[in-house]
């Protein structure tokens, strides 16, 4: 007797969340995700909310980063720390699903130079709009970085040598 067929998910409500809720979409974010950030030097992923936590956990784990996790400011929530996570991480990246009026960027960067005073954010991915043509940028050996946002200080290496 053959196994009984998986459910066929229904989303009802799927507005801003739909390249996350959705198990095939999530899995193809993760991927660009990390494909944009595996020639980054950083140690830990930081996020807030609902939606970076569905990219950033299964980015962590599949890069092999530690985790910073910051809470929105008043929200009722089992535990009493606004920063959880990697408290000696040197260099960070901010994953967000969507940037909008980087708010939540400032506010994650904030609250995380109060947690690890020494670490350095490298930049936001705004895993939403990963340009996929931009992969498709490779010349003479050479791999550029994906371009990471960053309104505090530019991160200028435009690119690194194969092997590096």
Same mark, same amino acid.
């Given at each position: 007797?053959?196994?009984? #067929? %998986?459910?066929?998910?229904?989303?009802?409500?799927?507005?801003?969340?739909?390249? &996350?809720? @959705?198990?095939?979409?999530?899995?193809?974010?993760? !991927?660009?995700?990390?494909?944009?950030? !595996?020639?980054?030097? &950083? *140690?830990?992923?930081?996020? $807030?909310?609902? %939606?970076?936590?569905?990219?950033?956990?299964?980015?962590?784990?599949?890069?092999? !980063?530690?985790?910073?996790?910051?809470? !929105?400011?008043?929200?009722?929530?089992? %535990?009493?720390?606004?920063?959880?996570?990697?408290?000696?991480?040197? $260099?960070? =990246?901010? @994953?967000?699903?969507? =940037?909008? %009026? $980087?708010?939540?960027?400032?506010? =994650?960067?904030?609250? =995380?130079?109060?947690?690890?005073?020494?670490?350095?954010?490298?930049?936001?991915? #705004?895993?939403?709009?990963?340009?996929?043509? &931009? &992969?498709?940028?490779?010349?003479?050996?050479?791999?550029?970085?994906?371009?990471?946002?960053?309104?505090?200080?530019?991160?200028?290496?435009?690119?690194? *040598?194969?092997? #590096?």
């Amino acid at each position: 007797m053959p196994a009984p #067929e %998986s459910p066929k998910p229904r989303f009802k409500h799927c507005d801003y969340l739909r390249n &996350f809720i @959705v198990p095939n979409r999530l899995q193809e974010r993760i !991927k660009l995700a990390h494909r944009a950030l !595996k020639y980054h030097d &950083f *140690e830990a992923i930081a996020f $807030r909310g609902m %939606s970076g936590a569905l990219v950033s956990i299964p980015l962590a784990l599949e890069m092999n !980063k530690t985790l910073i996790m910051v809470r !929105k400011p008043n929200t009722d929530t089992h %535990s009493s720390y606004p920063v959880e996570g990697d408290t000696k991480a040197k $260099r960070y =990246v901010i @994953v967000d699903d969507f =940037v909008a %009026s $980087r708010a939540t960027a400032k506010a =994650v960067k904030e609250s =995380v130079s109060k947690f690890a005073p020494d670490s350095e954010c490298i930049g936001v991915l #705004e895993v939403s709009h990963i340009e996929t043509h &931009f &992969f498709e940028k490779y010349k003479y050996g050479r791999k550029n970085l994906y371009p990471l946002w960053n309104s505090w200080k530019p991160y200028n290496k435009p690119y690194i *040598e194969e092997g #590096e």
